[in-house]
């Protein structure tokens, strides 16, 4: 599957912020993990997320 055509499955709580050209999910039981902005496709989520933060700033 191209890079380009990934979708991430976010099933715990979690916090996602923009940093320069990557995403960056902070959980709370582990390391925060970056990925690029041009490998998502698209994000589904099965728990609570931070979505208000997400949004302000990826559409910065």
Sequence with gaps: MPAAGRTYWL??????RR?????RIERADSTPVHLPI????DLVTFDHLDFRIFH???MA
């Design 38 to 41: 041009t490998d998502i496709r």
């Design 11 to 16: 099933t715990e709580p979690c916090r996602i």
């Design 56 to 58: 302000d700033r990826l």
């Design 19 to 23: 940093e320069d050209n990557s995403l």
